[in-house]
């Protein structure tokens, strides 16, 4: 008979893999003395207040929030940065808007896009080859789409990336709020940003209106914690009351007061002794960056990228670990041999998630499993293996749009080979993962590019979604 759930997660928690991924508490029992859990979870009873109608204990830690971080408005999300998503993009558009989205978002993004019937538009963000993965959004291109589209209602942007990679926010709201439009930005794996300048400024600091961003993907808080900010520039351009209605709509009618006061208190934290660690932390990772500069056939990319791929800022508390032997040997090596869970693997690295919860075990285990394998990677003497992972090419397709996404889920559809659906229209979504960006969004047309593309990844056994029976619009 199998464990139960709370059985296996009690029996992983006693043994010794470390967490180099979400979430960012990493199971630091020690940081934050105090845990929460089955004895203070309640409901909406008299004395504790009502999340959406909030006018006592949550509308106190709602406006702690909103202090800490400086913004006209901060409401709490137990639903994770995906209800902020949803909230966001409903208060902002109508039914039909025309909208410039980051080809790079969140599938929240595009799921708001479908129950709104959005007309999209896409922006794609430039591509850093040696690394195989995105890098920044390009002002210039932003302005082109406004020229060539018009009465666009929103701009949808994802910064930071998954891996750190930070966009020039400033100059595309200067251009988004000189069309006249809003600008949202999913800043989820940037919760920790605005608490220290050691790390890129936030979003909401750099024009952005609205920005979501999840306490828990790099904050000590639970799983699904996250926030929605309204910016003191959002203000002017967002209407709050719909904000609200949104925002009780998309989320759970019963939210947990676990969660809620675990984010109060990581606040309440973070506001005392917020500098201190993030200071110590910020040294730990410099210190762990130096160590692996000395590394030979291992490379972990920072400071560099700024200016190249219209990388604005980096985020050197993600760990992009590049080396010729590519993402799933190395993970396999550090997972089975050093006890050390990754976030991911990718073709090309492994991506490390750090935050201030890491210890000094934590980072010297990392140090001596990456020196373990750098020194083996020494040995390879077949190198048509690491040849095809450097060629692989993980730049985005630009497919050209036939129709609205809410248009091709609704259309009459049949399921074919991916080879059998070149020039036809996609109904569905086809997914690499990691990082689980959408290769090709309902509406596009499947072209040959494409097909050729997936085909390589199905050949280095990449994991691709609903590859052999796909949905096109018949």
């Known amino acids: 008979m199998s464990k139960d759930l709370y059985d296996k997660l009690k029996e992983y928690s006693k043994s010794d893999f470390y967490p180099f991924h979400m979430p960012g508490h990493k199971r630091n029992v020690n940081l934050i003395k105090e845990q929460y859990g089955i004895d203070i979870d309640i409901t909406e009873i008299d004395g504790f207040d009502m999340l959406y109608e909030a006018d006592d204990v949550l509308k106190d830690a709602m406006e702690r929030a909103k202090k800490f971080w400086g913004t006209e408005k901060t409401y709490f999300l ?9 909230t966001a993009m409903h208060s902002c558009l109508t039914q039909g808007d025309r909208i410039i989205i980051g080809r790079n978002c969140h599938k929240a993004v595009y799921n708001a896009s479908e129950l709104l019937k959005l007309n999209n538009t896409y922006l794609y963000p430039k591509y850093i080859p040696k690394y195989g993965i995105n890098g920044g959004y390009s002002a210039k291109e932003l302005e082109n789409l406004f020229e060539k589209n018009s009465n666009i209602k929103a701009v949808v942007i994802t910064s930071p990336t998954y891996d750190g990679i930070v966009s020039d926010i400033k100059t595309l709201a200067d251009i988004t709020h000189k069309n006249g439009a809003v600008l949202i930005v999913d800043e989820a794996h940037g919760a920790h940003f605005g608490i220290s300048d050691k790390f890129p400024k936030p979003a909401y600091d750099m024009g952005a209106d609205l920005v979501i ?57 973070l506001d005392k002794n917020g500098n ?23 490379h972990i990319p920072g400071k560099e990228l700024i200016g190249t791929n219209e990388v604005f800022d980096v985020d050197l508390s993600k760990l992009i670990i590049n080396s010729s032997m590519g993402g799933k040997p190395m993970n396999d090596i550090l997972r089975k041999k ?9 073709a090309k690295y492994v991506l490390a998630i750090t935050t201030f919860c890491d210890n000094k075990e934590g980072f010297d285990r990392l140090y001596k499993a990456l020196d373990y394998i ?19 090419n993980f730049e985005l397709v630009r497919n050209i749009q036939e129709m609205s996404i809410s248009n091709a889920v609704n259309s009459n559809t049949k399921l074919v080979n991916i080879e059998n659906a070149i020039n036809k229209v996609s109904a569905e979504y086809l997914y690499l993962y ?35 029976k796909f949905k096109i619009v018949d």
């Open 78 to 86: 137990v639903n994770g940065s995906t209800v902020g998503i949803l």
């Open 374 to 392: 750098d020194a083996e990677l020494k040995k390879i003497t077949n190198k048509s293996e690491i040849k095809k992972i450097k060629n692989t």
């Open 338 to 346: 050093f006890h050390l869970e990754m976030e991911m693997e990718a």
């Open 434 to 468: 990691p990082p689980g960006i959408p290769l090709i969004v309902p509406g596009e047309v499947v072209n040959v590019k494409l097909v050729e593309q997936i085909k390589e990844y199905k050949n280095r056994n990449y994991e691709i979604v609903r590859y052999d």
């Open 276 to 298: 201190e660690i993030y200071e110590k932390f910020s040294n730990d990772i410099e210190e762990f960056r130096k160590k692996c500069d000395k590394l030979h056939y291992i």
């Open 213 to 269: 961003e999840s306490m828990h993907k790099t904050l000590p808080t639970f799983t699904q914690t996250a926030l929605l900010h309204l910016s003191k520039e959002g203000k002017k351009r967002v209407d709050e009351k719909k904000i609200k209605h949104f925002w009780s709509i998309f989320q759970t009618s019963s939210p947990s007061y676990v969660f809620m006061a675990n984010m109060d208190k990581c606040i309440s934290f």
